[in-house]
Structures are given as structure tokens and as C-alpha cells.
């Protein structure tokens, strides 16, 4: 039973280029979500699926889109990368929402030149 | 802006002693404030969380006060060891799909 996955653990992009960020659970959870952690700044949500097949906008999706591929899996894309969003990124999957407790991955560290 | 405020940045406390961290909130539409441990190199992992119809909850070493007519809520951590050193984020949802998170606290327990 791995929980939540990522890949990759590193990534370093140059200022417009894409790359897509993977994550998966294996808990059999309906809601999915993605956050950035910045110095300072705590984590902020990106993105988040409630269940397969809707996803809807955080705090801060401007510059990312998402896809809920199925079930499992959760995908966060950068289409023309930015140095702002150098980040660590996390994925995390809970039951449903509410107070379901959000279980998270190891995240994505990214760097953009 | 939805914000949750949270004091110290950083916390040094020697082992054995209590750490305190403090968060504050505006929103009075949050019903669930959860507290989130993370190690270096780590996701975060949910450590305690309280409702704001309890004013205290305790689970072994980690207890959360909560104050709703201040919207104020604290953790400590009681006989702390250098194992509890991490960062510490207070978080706070509507009961939906969002949660909002302080900046975190960096609590380091000299041994």
C-alpha cells in the first residue's frame, strides 16, 4: 500500500517549457488535490478533483491545468513554465471532503531557470 | 482573502519543555482546523484536529485549545523531544473541498 505518489522528485525546467507532474493513490479516494509550498508562505491549493471526472480551481491555478485521468490518478501540467513557479509541489487524496483527512505525497521539487 | 495567521516562524524549546504555536483566523465560516506535522524532505501528515465546538482536544503529548469567540487556536506540545523537531502548519476548512494553511511554524528541541 504506497498512498500517494509523484513523480518526478526533481525537475528542472527552463522558462517556457511544459512538463507535466504525476500523482497517484492507491487508497481508493474520490477527491485529489495539488498545492505549491513556498518559503514563508505555507502551502496553497492549485487545484483540486472532488471526484473522478470534475476538477475545480484553488487558490492559485493561474499558469497550471489538471487532469483527473481516472480514479487513481491526478495530473498537474505546466504549459509555458514561469521562474515563479519554482516550488515544491504535493499532491494529496482524502476519502471525500469535508473534515476526510487529506493524505499527502512526497511532492515534486521545481526548479525554473 | 481567506487567512489564517500563524506565530511563531521559528521556536526553540529544550527537550522535556512545552512548545506553543499560535494561529488566528477571520473567516467564522471554518469549521474544522486541522494540524499538519512535516518532516524535511517530506509531505505533510495530519497530526491532531479540532472542531470549533470543542475547546480542547488531546492526544497524548499534542493538545489543541481552541477559542472561538477570539478565533484564536493553539497547539502544544508537551514534554517535547528532539523527534518532535519539524515544521508545523495550522490549517482551516470550510467544510468543503479547501483548506486554507498558515505559513508554519520551524520548532527545533535541543536534545
Known amino acids: 500500500n504506497a498512498g500517494v505518489t509523484q513523480t518526478p522528485k526533481f525537475q528542472v525546467l527552463k522558462t517556457g517549457q511544459s512538463m507535466t507532474l504525476q500523482c497517484a493513490q492507491d487508497?481508493?479516494?474520490?477527491?485529489m488535490y495539488w498545492y505549491r509550498q513556498d518559503p514563508g508562505m505555507g502551502l496553497r491549493l492549485i487545484y483540486y478533483s472532488a471526484s473522478e471526472g470534475t476538477t475545480d480551481k484553488g487558490e492559485v491555478p493561474n499558469g497550471y491545468n489538471v487532469s483527473r485521468l481516472n480514479k487513481r490518478e491526478f495530473s498537474l501540467r505546466l504549459e509555458s513554465a514561469a521562474p515563479s513557479q519554482t516550488s515544491v509541489y504535493f499532491c494529496?487524496?482524502?476519502?471525500?471532503?469535508?473534515?476526510?483527512?487529506?493524505?499527502f505525497g512526497p511532492g515534486t521539487r521545481l526548479t525554473v531557470l | 482573502q481567506q487567512q489564517v495567521k500563524q506565530s511563531p516562524q521559528s521556536l526553540i524549546v529544550q527537550k522535556g519543555g512545552i512548545s506553543i504555536i499560535n494561529c488566528a483566523y477571520e473567516?467564522?465560516?471554518?469549521?474544522?482546523f486541522p494540524w499538519y506535522q512535516q518532516f524535511p524532505g517530506k509531505g505533510p501528515a495530519l497530526l491532531i484536529a479540532i472542531r470549533p465546538d470543542v475547546s480542547e482536544k488531546k492526544e497524548g503529548r499534542f493538545t489543541i485549545s481552541f477559542n472561538k469567540s477570539a478565533k484564536q487556536f493553539s497547539l502544544h506540545i508537551m514534554d517535547s523531544q528532539p523527534g518532535d523537531s519539524a515544521t508545523y502548519f495550522c490549517?482551516?476548512?470550510?467544510?468543503?473541498?479547501?483548506?486554507?494553511f498558515g505559513a508554519g511554524t520551524r520548532l527545533f528541541v535541543k536534545a
Open positions: 490549517a482551516a476548512r470550510t467544510g468543503g473541498f479547501k483548506t486554507i
Open positions: 487508497m481508493n479516494h474520490n477527491s
Open positions: 473567516n467564522t465560516a471554518f469549521d474544522y
Open positions: 494529496a487524496s482524502s476519502a471525500s471532503g469535508g473534515i476526510d483527512t487529506q493524505y
